[in-house]
């Protein structure tokens, strides 16, 4: 028995009583096996989903890649422009891969709006930046944007063929963009930092005064 014991290992989960191996006091059954098996946790599916960190996750039909089942609102050609209804203050949003196309967008006061990066594209729009909005890993692109806003923190962001007004602009960061044959045009701007973008065939962004830092840009 003790030779069997060092050539099988001592545990043997199916092994009978009486056996050497055998594990005492071994359930009947898994804790699965009824009881709140369709939960996790106590919660059941729709509380999970619930619990996201996003008050909406938003996806357009013209990606082929998920279906109603898997965001919150699902967007057509048809409904896009009601884009700018789930912008809500003090909460975040996000936009799944997909082109969306709303006239405007007015980003709402303490937002975040995010996308996937490259494969989130907001286009053909003007857009508005209110204050206190995060703006990251999107793609805007032949859009009019707005930046007329204090503390709005605009990062990883691609700008393709945009015009970038700054008017009013405080306390703003911008940083690790990429700004694709665009143009920009200041008004009064001040404490605001504008660095580690990449400019290819765009503006060179210059400001006098106003007790901007605006450098280590890469100019293409």
Do not use: H, M, W
């Amino acid at each position: 028995k003790l030779l069997k014991t060092l050539n099988d290992g001592y545990a043997d989960y199916t092994a009978s009583e009486g056996e050497v191996g055998y594990i005492k006091n071994k359930p009947d059954a898994l804790p699965a096996n009824g009881g709140n098996a369709d939960t996790v946790g106590g919660y059941c599916a729709d509380k999970l989903i619930n619990k996201q960190p996003e008050k909406y996750i938003i996806g357009i039909n013209t990606a082929n890649t998920y279906d109603k089942s898997k965001v919150n609102i699902l967007l057509t050609n048809d409904t896009v422009n009601k884009l700018n209804n789930y912008f809500v203050e003090n909460t975040a949003t996000c936009l799944r891969e997909g082109e969306y196309n709303p006239k405007t967008i007015s980003l709402a006061y303490n937002g975040t709006l995010y996308g996937v990066g490259f494969p989130t594209i907001i286009k053909d729009s003007k857009i508005f930046f209110n204050d206190n909005c995060i703006v990251k890993d999107i793609t805007f692109r032949n859009c009019i944007v707005e930046i007329n806003s204090k503390n709005s923190n605009i990062f990883e962001v691609n700008f393709e063929n945009c015009d970038i007004i700054l008017n009013e602009t405080s306390l703003a960061y911008i940083q690790k963009c990429r700004f694709n044959k665009c143009k920009f045009k200041f008004g009064k701007c001040f404490n605001n930092i504008i660095s580690n973008n990449i400019l290819i065939g765009s503006d060179k962004i210059k400001y006098y005064g106003g007790n901007n830092i605006i450098k280590d840009n890469i100019y293409v």
